[in-house]
């Protein structure tokens, strides 16, 4: 489970990205983290593993308090904290294999992978994921021949890879045409029900946040406003969040989308929905 107690991140000018945040994540849910720009939803996901330091607070996965931890301490704490990026981070003219591979760093020497000497244990557990995500016959192409999904596929690999209890999902879909978006959401969502994995995803797209979580955490000026399941997200919330709007056809897409698989729905079915939590007015 990762839990947050009254994270906070204040800047050296004063400003408060967040403020005060709490949040309990467990195993196998995955959270849709939305709000306006600025809200804080990429500091807090980027909180999580100390990629931004947090002012106060402190931050939880399992027992371990990842806040306390010294460099090196942090550095074996982020095996277990996958994070998926939505300009990709692949090295472009690696192959799909050695990108995958990245993954295993942490658990690498130097030297290992400086030659990307790599022992084949690792080699068994890359092939294994790429099977996973779709891209077995991909895995000799270099990052820079590969479509937007296939990048994105080969940065949900990267982090499984890792083996890790936690996902950081920052804008996975931003750069994705509507398809090709559901694709890797459903992805996501399967993936972690299958191996238990706590996830948070910071994602723009309301609509597709309601069609595929659980759960959605809403920020606005790096506090909580809403947390709940998809279906009590409704025109109120929405405001409280985003502020005044017609918001009737975003809530209506919402709908019409559960309505009924589509075609790429029909070949890879959504993972079954947990009972859903009660809302939290906030």
């Not at 839990?3 to 195993?27: N, Q």
């Not at 809200?39 to 308090?65: F, M, Q």
Request: proline fraction near 5%; include cysteine.
């Amino acid at each position: 489970m990762l839990t947050l107690s009254r994270l906070t991140k204040r800047y050296a000018k004063g400003d408060a990205a967040l403020t005060d945040v709490s949040l309990e994540v467990p195993a196998g849910q995955v959270v849709g983290l939305i709000g306006p720009s600025g809200a804080g939803k990429s500091t807090l996901i980027r909180c999580v593993n100390r990629l931004v330091e947090p002012t106060s607070g402190a931050v939880r996965l399992g027992a371990l308090d990842v806040t306390a931890l010294s460099r090196s301490g942090l550095r074996k704490a982020r095996r277990r904290m996958g994070m998926i990026f939505q300009e990709y981070a692949l090295v472009e003219r690696l192959s799909v294999m050695e990108n995958v591979l990245s993954g295993r760093l942490g658990y690498v020497g130097f030297w290992r992978a400086f030659l990307r000497r790599f022992p084949q244990a690792d080699v068994d557990r890359a092939f294994a994921v790429l099977e996973r995500v779709g891209l077995l016959d991909h895995v000799d192409k270099r990052a820079d021949e590969l479509s937007g999904g296939q990048r994105q596929r080969v940065g949900i690999a990267r982090a499984l890879v890792q083996e890790p209890d936690l996902l950081l999902v920052d804008e996975p879909t931003a750069s994705l045409d509507p398809k090709t978006s559901r694709q890797i959401m459903r992805l996501i969502v399967e993936v972690c029900a299958e191996r238990q994995l706590a996830a948070i995803v910071n994602i723009h797209d309301v609509a597709l946040a309601q069609m595929f979580v659980e759960r959605i955490v809403g920020l606005k000026a790096g506090r909580i406003v809403f947390d709940g399941p998809p279906d009590t997200l409704d025109a109120a919330a929405l405001t409280a969040i985003y502020g005044e709007e017609d918001w009737s056809r975003t809530i209506r897409d919402a709908d019409d989308a559960d309505e009924g698989p589509d075609e790429a729905d029909e070949e890879a079915p959504r993972a079954p929905r947990p009972a859903a939590l009660g809302a939290r007015a906030l």
